[in-house]
């Protein structure tokens, strides 16, 4: 509970930039708690995931 209280409860989203110019959701993890940075791909073992998500998500925009 300490944990939770000092570091808080996140929902980490990747976007993407579109061909339109609009920002797209490609991916999002909830309830990521316990992090000092949650946005740190070297504590948060999400962030990298989330990143290849938004890659592939504007690869397959391009295919379209």
């Known amino acids: ?3 939770l209280n000092l570091n808080g409860c996140w929902c980490v989203t990747s976007e993407f ?4 110019g609009r920002w797209h959701h490609a991916d999002s ?4 708690t ?6 740190d ?3 948060n073992d ?4 989330l990143m290849a ?3 592939n998500a ?4 391009m295919c379209i």
């Open 1 to 3: 509970m300490d944990r």
């Open 17 to 20: 930039m579109g061909d339109d």
């Open 29 to 32: 993890i909830g309830m990521c």
């Open 34 to 39: 316990g992090y000092q940075n949650v946005l």
């Open 41 to 43: 791909p070297e504590e």
């Open 46 to 49: 999400y962030v990298c995931d």
């Open 53 to 55: 998500s938004a890659v």
């Open 58 to 61: 504007l690869e397959m925009q």
